[in-house]
């Protein structure tokens, strides 16, 4: 557990503190954020490959790491590495980042019965959001092309940020009356085609950690469930969820400059890669 949380933290310092705010409009940014990913994932023995387009005339890169099994449909584990201007996200989504390389230092030494691909993804946030300059848009419909079976996409959106002692906010009134009080737990939130799925998963996360992993099962467009890189996969037929700390609704310094490194939990984040780590096991 020391090991996971030391690796955490220095992922996000080396995105978040070294690099700082990544997108197209720093020079250089995205590239180095992707160097940087790229590394992390040769160090662990994975061959990873660029996924690469051109946005607004740039070229722009998804990171990809895969590990094979047995034949049958693959499980896509992704995170996005690109930040709002002006923002170091360190919650939005360094965090996530740091899990996604996490997961994938843990099931490089772990026998898997179908393959496991590692994405992070680049131009999740606006102004590329829901379109074909999204990375995950580009991956999920590179799959579709090639007739890909995927069991399951898990997109990690924001996985550190945790206080015991705030008050939770929730998109629709009345649901404080359903879901924890304080923001303190980890929310897997699913579609109605992928609900199945997001049961496995929450269950499978609350076994595998301490963490308390909670299940929102919803129509696309409610609660904001479709705001991250799920929904590239849901436009493209396949099951998809997204695990999240609930973003502005608990986190105030979304996508603001005091989005920093001193605002997460380490130790919670950790037990959220211990718990999808034994989830994914089981799925």
């Known amino acids: 557990m020391e090991t996971l949380i030391s690796n955490l933290r220095r992922h996000v310092e080396a995105l978040s503190v070294d690099i700082g705010e990544r997108h197209m409009w720093r020079e250089g940014s995205l590239d180095r954020a992707a160097g940087y990913i790229e590394k992390e994932f040769s160090a662990m023995g994975y061959q990873p490959v660029r996924q690469t387009y051109s946005a607004y005339k740039k070229p722009v890169s998804n990171i990809i790491a895969q590990k094979d099994g047995p034949p049958g449909p693959m499980l896509v584990v992704g995170a996005h590495y690109d930040t709002v201007p002006g923002s170091p996200g360190a919650d939005d989504n360094t965090s996530a ?10 099931f490089h030494a772990t026998r898997l019965i179908r393959p496991i691909t590692f994405v992070a993804f680049v131009n999740e946030e606006s102004p590329c959001y829901g379109s074909a300059k999204m990375g995950s848009m580009n991956h999920a419909s590179q799959l579709k092309e090639q007739g890909t079976e995927v069991e399951l996409m898990v997109c990690l959106e ?41 049961v496995r998963l929450a269950r499978g996360i609350r076994k595998g950690s301490a963490m308390n992993a909670r299940l929102l099962v919803a129509p696309e467009q409610i609660g904001g469930i479709n705001r991250s890189d799920n929904f590239a996969y849901w436009k493209h037929g396949f099951r998809a969820v997204m695990v999240t700390d609930t973003a502005n609704f608990r986190n105030r310094n979304y996508h603001q400059e005091t989005d920093t490194i001193d605002t997460l939990d380490f130790e919670s984040m950790a037990e959220v890669v211990k718990g999808l780590h034994a989830a994914l096991r089981r799925l």
């Open 158 to 198: 924001m996985i550190g940020y945790y206080n015991k002692d705030q008050i939770q906010e929730y998109p629709i009134p009345g649901m404080g009356l359903f879901y924890p009080r304080y923001a303190d737990f980890i929310a897997v939130a699913a579609n109605p085609a992928s609900a199945r799925h997001g």
């Open 97 to 106: 980042v740091a899990g996604l390389l996490e997961l994938a230092r843990l």
